[in-house]
Each structure stands twice: as structure tokens, then as C-alpha cells.
């Protein structure tokens, strides 16, 4: 035991021995290993802020198609789906895209029934519109910061109708903190999000809520008896109901999920770190070479020299990990994920005005040491093999 | 000497072959370099295994405003987008039911959309004929 232990001893002297080259080892990884981790940290909050936005959502979601894509539908079908037993609440929304201000930043438009702003909101500074002589709007926290706009900004007609248009007023803007979605938002009553539209008497979905366990039967009974076609017309949108489960099963599953060709990405980014590490520990590092070489000349074995250079690995793979890891959450936490936000959150500014999602859950973490060891292991235990599976003159040469 | 001052040597001299480690005879063991670096290491470790305990602690902090707000807009947004204007389906698939530039049939299309390449969540759509329900209430 003894005698393993100060191999191991050595094995963290070999990085003392090659300082410039143990630096280079282990700020490679590093370098790898930090978008890596920030990127799993990103996807793994968005899931949570997606699971969380399945979870707290309507039941049902009754909306319409027509060849194959979702159309709007009207109002006056909410009297039907309301008939349905097991039906407890029919919630009508606005969800729509607009440009706004002389940059035409994109925004989405909300519109909600007044009557479900009847509460407070801890989410937001201000309060929540309601019915005014003018339109009362919620900003998104990154909205506002590119429109300049505060609390209490009056915001001429941006839109056109054809019963006229209205001047704004900014009555709440979205806390930072608030999910993520929440960025480029207009949240208003549903009566200003139609005049915004100048679609009066239509919207996009039907929030449904049912009593615990009608869904199904809600479900079958919308598809079956909901008609939006008008009286006399044979054509017409037909209804789409989308349940819980059907957004949970599209969610991907498991630690890797399907981030698709960005796994790809980062697999290449790999390759090229295991070629680095191999340069860097021996294939181009004659003197390593030599050591190993007077190493096998004084009576060390070839697993010795192999357990010695597994140490000094396995050391480098852990600091780098582990200053990737504390790296990752500054850049995310202290720095808001200051430009890679921009990158992989489509819309968001290169500093983003709204708080990034993100979750640097144990298993991540664990897998970027995982990675950080594949990465060293594969690019120095080959270099090391060959150079004491070789005579020592040769070596040494 | 009892009493006097030896200066400590420079881990940089270990270069040197006369410092070389011989087979468990090992001089370079008694400096303190190796054993810096073996606890910096460790101290790192546990200051990153804090860091994740301490701000997976301090999660559902975090997210206190999510729940409310998600309970009142009835559930929005789902994906990596923070709006409309690219691919709707990347804001919410509910807000739109396919990838505007999936082509389909050609080999990769799925990956012509920007916010589909490189995407951190991508989800599949959601199926426009959705599985038959049947008389028991299973699917």
C-alpha cells in the first residue's frame, strides 16, 4: 500500500515537473469543458421553467387547424366547450407577434380576460392591466430596457384599427426574476390585445380547465361536438385539443436530452481536446519521453509508470473540472450568462434584462468530471504507454 | 544548524535532472510543492461541490415568481425562445404546431432552422392527429 502511495506521490510531483505543460492540460479542459457545462445548465432551467410551465398550465388547450397549420378561432365557441360536463373554467387568450418602436423589436402580445386580473401579482412592479378609456399594458423586463420605456410611459397608437387606435400606458413591468418567456411580453385584457390585432371576435386557444380526471372524456367530447364553422359554410377550421401529456412527451427525457446538433458540437469540441492533451503529454514532449525513459532505466515496471501518469490525469481532470464547474456558476450567476445567454436563448440580448434560467444539477457536474477525465485519460495514458512500453535507450534518446 | 533560517526552494528547480525522484527514495516528496498542489486541488473541489450544493439550495428561491406567473397566463412558453419573431414553435409549441423550415423529407432539414440547430431543449412537435381515445378512457 505503501508503496502505491508514493507512486501516487510522484504522480503529483509529475505535474509539478511540467508546469507550463500541466497549465496548458488543464486550462484546455477547461476552456472545453466551460460552454459545455453553461450549455447543460441553460437546458437543464429551461426544462425546469418548461416543466413547471406544463405543470401549472390549463388542462386543455382547444385551438384550431386548418391544412395542417394552427388558425385562429372564434369566440363564440367558448358556449360550446362551457356545455361540456367536466368542464370547470374556459379561458379565451391572444397569443400573437407584433414589432414595436423605430428598431421594430419584436414583441409577443398576450391578451386575457380582465376578469382574471382581478388578483395581485408578486411577479411583476406595478399591477395588471385592466379596463381603462386607455390601453393598459404589462412589459417584459427586456422589452422595456430596449423600448426605455418605466412605469406610468404613455406609448402612442402603435398599431392600426379600423375603429381607431388608442394611446398606452404602461402599468406593470415584468420582474427580472419571472420565467424567461416573459422577456419580450405585452400582457394586456383580451379587448386591447383584438384592437392590437384588429381581430375582433377571434383568439388563438381556449385554456380549458376540467374537473380531475374528465380530461379525456373533455377531450373526446371537444373533438367530437366543437364546430367553428359558420352557420351555412361547409368549410372551416376544425378543433385541435392539446393535453398535458401530449406537451410532457415532447419535452425530451434523460441527462443528454436531444439538444441535437449541439451535442455534436461539443463531441467534436472533444476530439480536438483529446488531440491537444496528446500533443501536450508526450507525442510532442520529448523530455517526457526521457523521463519516462530514465524512469524504466532505474527499475521502475510499465504498469508503475502507467498508475504514476493515471494520478497525474486524474489530478489535472479534477482541477479542471472542478474550476470549470466554479467558473460556470459565476458566469451564470454573478454574470447572468453574459453573452452566451444571447446565443443559445434566441431573442435575448448579449446581457440580458431578465434573469437566465439555469440548474447546475450534481449530474452535469458529475459528467463534466466524467468528460474532463476521458479527455486527459485518452490523450496522456496512450502517449505514456508507447513511451514505457519502449527500451529505455530509446526513450532517453 | 538548530536555529537557522533555510530558505525554501523554488518548485521551479525540480526541472533540474539532479532533483529528479529516484524509486522510493523519493527527496522531492519532502518539499511542500507537491502537497500545495494536492490540497489546492482538493480545495477546489470542495469549493465547487459548495458551490453547486449552495445554489441548488437555493433554487426554488429563485423561482418563486415562476408558479404564479405560469398560473396565470394558463402556461406559456416552452423552448429557448424568448419570442415569436424566429421560430414560434421555439417560444411554445402550443403556439405553433410545426418548425416553420422543417423541409421534411430532405436529408437534415430539421436542422435549417437557426433555432432548431443548435437549439439547448429541442422538442419534437406535437402530433396533429393526436392517438385515438378509446371507449374505456385509455389511448
Redesign the interface.
Known sequence: MT?FI?IA??G??A???H?WRSAVTAGAVTVVLLPYLV?LG??HG?????E???????DL?V?G?QF???VPIPLVAKSQIERIDGVTEV?P?I???I?IGRNRE???V?G?PVD??ATG???LEGRLPGQNSVNELVL?S?LAHRLNLKLDSRIPPFYQNAQGEKVSSVVGI??P?????????I?TTLTTAAAIFNQEGLV??F?VYCRPGYE??V??KVLETVSYRAQGSSGGPRP????RT??TA???TGLL??????EL?FVLVFAVGILVVLVTSGLGLSERRR?IG??KA???QTDEILFRSLVEGC?LS??A???A??LG?VWL?VFNGFWIAGV?????GVSPA??VPF????AP?LLTVLIALVVVMTGSIYSTWRAATASPAEAMR | MLGARVAPRS??T??RPAN?????N?P??KRS???F??V??LM??M??AA??TA??LS?AR???????????????????????????M?????????CKEDEGALPGSK?LC???????????????E?AA?HKD?T?
Open positions: 508503496k508514493e506521490g510522484t503529483v510531483t505535474i509539478l515537473l508546469p450549455c441553460l437546458s429551461l426544462r425546469l421553467e418548461a413547471s410551465s406544463i405543470q401549472l398550465g390549463a388547450y385551438s387547424i395542417g397549420h394552427k379561458v387568450r397569443v400573437g407577434a414589432a419584436s414583441a409577443v398576450v386575457m382574471r386580473f401579482a408578486s411577479f417584459g427586456e415584468f420582474r426574476d419571472a420565467p424567461v418567456w416573459q422577456a419580450n411580453l400582457l388563438n386557444d385554456l379525456d372524456h377531450r373526446a385541435m385539443v392539446i393535453q401530449d406537451l415532447v419535452l425530451p436530452g436531444q439538444q441535437g446538433v449541439f458540437h523521463e530514465i524512469l532505474t527499475g521502475w489530478l479534477l482541477a473540472a472542478a474550476l464547474i466554479v456558476l450567476r443559445f436563448l434566441y431573442g435575448a431578465f434573469r440548474v447546475l444539477a450534481p457536474a | 518548485w521551479t525540480l526541472k529528479f525522484p529516484t524509486f522510493f523519493i522531492v516528496m510543492g507537491p502537497r498542489i494536492f489546492g486541488i477546489l473541489t469549493l465547487a458551490a453547486l445554489d441548488n433554487l429563485r423561482r418563486s415568481h415562476a408558479d404564479e406567473f405560469q398560473r396565470l397566463l394558463g402556461g406559456l412558453g416552452l423552448g429557448p425562445s424568448v419570442d415569436l419573431a424566429g421560430c414560434p421555439c417560444f411554445d409549441a402550443r403556439a405553433s404546431f410545426a436542422f437557426r433555432h432548431h440547430a443548435c437549439s439547448v431543449l429541442r422538442y419534437r412537435p406535437i402530433p396533429l393526436p381515445i378512457g389511448r
